[in-house]
């Protein structure tokens, strides 16, 4: 914690990420935005004429999109106050994977291990988002403002990471279809041991008190149940994966505390449940 404003504080802060080598790093609010070639973000326009979503064309509204004069300045500039570019956070992304092997100038290796490894259920890090529901870690952060969208993700195994930005508060779909892209190309092989068998993950799941997920396995294959829904046969993927048949929702189980966890993730969205029984 310090009482020093934001913008001396990151200033000073800097020039000790030197070892990354070149990079585009500037500090919101200092009038410098223009100089880094910043693109225009967009948003979401409501039109008109809707007074509420029954009366709007959900195909229509979406494609429009307005252009935002300028950039917002947001008030919470610690997590919105610098501009950078998907160089910059690829570099990041691999510099942290380094620093786990105790290869890292810029950080420790103890503080990187805590970066990569979940700190509490549900699979967040230290300023990350970890997943090893495919049988590897796959590490790395999402994030959006008013007109924009990103997220960067790191594979230490094969030492690779991508980074993608959009200029759109539409791109949800291009963001998820990038990265799995990019996870077909980089990921390693799924460790087999890392892949719980389909019997050992049956059970009672708990959403909420008051919102019990059923899965049962029968023949190697797991059916979902969830009050007030008609049973779901789900389609196993490569790693220990599962997805909903049609549906933008894929299901990972996950070993904690000799617990499996369950994580549905839905579009952008995801929750956990630990099994009950």
Not at 46 to 71: E, N, T
Request: hydrophobic content about 35%; overall charge negative; aromatic content about 6%.
């Amino acid at each position: 914690m310090t009482t020093r404003p934001y913008q001396p504080q990151i200033g000073a802060f800097l020039p000790g990420l030197a070892p990354l080598g070149d990079r585009r790093l500037v500090i919101s609010g200092t009038g410098e935005g223009g100089e880094v070639g910043h693109v225009q973000g967009h948003r979401r326009a409501v039109h008109s004429g809707c007074l509420d979503d029954s009366q709007c064309d959900p195909v229509r509204d979406l494609l429009q999109v307005l252009q935002i004069d300028g950039w917002r300045t947001l008030p919470e500039m610690a997590g919105a106050g610098l501009w950078t570019t998907p160089a910059d956070l690829v570099r990041l992304e691999l510099e942290i994977a380094r620093a786990a092997v105790g290869g890292s100038a810029l950080l420790g290796q103890d503080l990187a291990e805590q970066m990569l490894s979940a700190q509490v259920p549900g699979g967040m890090g230290l300023g990350t988002e970890v997943d090893t529901s495919g049988g590897y870690l796959r590490f790395g952060y999402t994030g959006s403002n008013v007109g924009y969208g990103c997220f960067s993700f790191g594979w230490p195994r094969t030492g690779a990471a991508v980074a993608v930005m959009a200029n759109s508060e539409g791109a949800e779909e291009i963001l998820r279809s990038t990265l799995a892209a990019a996870e077909r190309q980089h990921a390693p092989p799924p460790d087999p041991a890392g892949a719980a068998a389909p019997g050992d993950l049956a059970g009672q799941y708990l959403l909420r008190e008051d919102y019990p997920v059923d899965i049962l396995a029968s023949d190697g294959h797991l059916t979902l149940t969830a009050p007030r829904q008609h049973p779901v046969d789900l389609l196993r993927l490569p790693g220990g994966r599962y997805q909903v048949p049609g549906l933008d929702c894929e299901i990972t189980f996950e070993d904690t505390a000799g617990r499996p966890v369950m994580r549905i993730r839905q579009e952008n969205t995801t929750q956990t449940a630990a099994r009950k029984r």
